[in-house]
């Protein structure tokens, strides 16, 4: 996965490049609809996005915000949305995606399974809700770190935090959310491990304006990684969005993950029987 992944991480640093030297101008116009003409994000239409994702540790949140704050702070005359550091997180998957909105209430929330009806479930599963099949997850997932890679500005105009995954602790993870909710949308974030700092609003701009921007981020990112950045994630959020692109909006449910492994790897076999073991996987 990791050879997926850096290939990814090059084609996304060489998007512009590959768009003429110039972002997307109807992925970037895609984007700024969501927002309104204070640059703050719209109001879902309908039930709650849902998506589950591991929250930075307070200094990597800070850390996070002061390289979003130098880059978009390096030019003038561009609309960016930058995301609150109280917001800052890497996502895993979603429940209900922007673009495969499923239904939500309560009654759902309680029964779980991802709107599998209750008599349809064994019965050992029928007392569960989809945040108890999460705790049980997360369960199987000690705390784990990811190592910096570098910050790119991608021609969708999203700025993002790239990171690797040593262990590949987030594609296990990935992989068994499909077990425990059998019924994920079929858009996800798979390969990429990454934070959102900010979203360029802004379609068109001069051309030494968009340099400006990469050259910035080439900047923090050396910086970054002299300084060795990486972030321990030692919980999920569970989050219940009603605002495009704000993880801050709407209700969090914070599940803490097991004290990390010490000499030890856990694979995606030993995962999947100790979910088994717990009831929280279909079949």
Known sequence: MADC?????????????????????VKVLETARHFDAHHQPKTYVGAPVRFVCCPH???GARSCTVAADAIVSSVAGVSIHVNTEESMHVTLFHTSHPNDRRPFSDAIRAHGRFHRPRRCMPPHMKHMSELSDLRALAAAFPQFSLRFHSIVLASSGSIV??????????????????????????????????????????????????????????????????????IALSR????????????????????????????????????????????????
């Open 57 to 59: 540790p307070p200094e």
């Open 236 to 283: 999920l959020w569970y989050v219940e969005e009603t605002h495009y692109f704000s993880a801050e909006s709407g209700r969090r449910t914070s599940i803490a993950l097991p004290p990390p492994l010490h000499g030890a790897s856990v694979g995606v076999n030993d995962t999947s029987q100790h979910l088994r073991d717990s009831g929280a996987t279909s079949g």
């Open 161 to 230: 935090m790239l990171f690797d995954d040593p262990d590949d602790t987030v594609d296990r993870l990935r992989l068994v959310a499909h077990s425990v909710f059998p019924a994920l949308p079929a858009y996800q974030t798979k390969t990429i491990v990454h934070t959102t700092l900010a979203r360029v609003l802004t379609p068109s701009m001069p051309s030494e304006t968009l340099q400006a921007l990469r050259a910035k981020c080439l900047e923090v990112t050396a910086q970054l990684r002299h300084d060795a950045f990486g």
């Open 5 to 25: 992944r850096g290939e990814l991480y090059r084609a996304l640093d060489a998007s512009i490049d590959a768009c003429g030297g110039k972002l997307d101008d």
